[in-house]
């Protein structure tokens, strides 16, 4: 059974989220139903194919085309508008553009990935951000013994009801990476303060690591250093 539809996943409030051009397949064996989907998402003005495929749940994987360019702010703007979260980025990552994004939806959330290369002093810098949103999970109210009637009803008479905000449709958001110098992983991390967010790039390894200078500086100027000049580094912090 093949159906051909556009579909609508329920996000927070009145969002959601369209997949397009959806094609959903059935097949029943071994007396259990399988569900798979091909789709189009549009985000931050490009389109990502979407697989799908379902046992128990649902689970979403896709991508966009190779070479697309996406300026980063715009990606952040369209998530902000469907989940709610902040947009802010790193004054570093604001004038990026990004390729190869890419998408994976669960039962516990939504996880983005995208690549970009960018030059530091002619060094070349090969960048993976990764976004992962996830609901948060309304809480549960505790449980309390339950009070007489009459203290109930003294209370009601010096006391005003209050409304809660409810957590539910509500996301948060993680924001972590790393990027590559010198053929060095370094772990990125994202931090506020201040209402600033500024973006960490950290290395370690064990026992030191020998660079030599030249090609750590790389460049014209990397060119000028002697092959023997070499430091050697425990951990290192960007």
């Keep these: 059974l093949v159906v051909a539809s556009d579909w609508k996943i329920k996000l927070a409030a009145d969002k959601t989220l369209d997949l397009k051009q959806v094609q959903l397949s059935m097949r029943y064996a071994d007396h259990q139903r399988e569900y798979e989907a091909a789709c189009v998402l549009t985000l931050a003005g490009v389109d990502l194919f979407i697989w799908a495929h379902y046992a128990k749940s ?21 998530l902000e508008n469907l989940f709610g979260i902040d947009a802010d980025l790193p004054d570093s990552l604001e004038a990026l553009t990004i390729s190869n994004l890419a998408m994976s939806y669960d039962s516990t959330g939504f996880s983005f990935g995208c690549e970009t290369e960018f030059k530091v002093d002619g060094q070349p810098v090969d960048m ?6 996830k609901k948060v999970e309304p809480k549960k109210p505790e449980k309390s013994e339950q009070p007489k009637k009459s203290e109930v009803l003294e209370k009601s008479t010096r006391t005003k009801s209050t409304s809660k905000k409810n957590d539910e449709g509500s996301y948060t958001k993680d924001f972590d990476g790393h990027l590559t110098v010198a053929g060095r992983k370094f772990n990125l991390s994202c931090h506020k303060e201040a209402g600033a967010s500024r973006m960490v790039a950290s290395y370690r390894k064990d026992g030191g690591d020998r660079i030599e200078l030249r090609d750590l500086i790389g460049g014209d100027l990397g060119e000028q250093i002697p092959e023997s000049l070499a430091i050697t580094i425990d951990d290192v912090y960007l």
């Design 128 to 133: 993976v951000i990764t976004i992962t949103i």
């Design 58 to 78: 649902w689970q979403f994987n896709g991508s966009t085309g190779p070479g697309q360019k996406i300026p980063i702010g715009r990606l952040m703007g369209d």
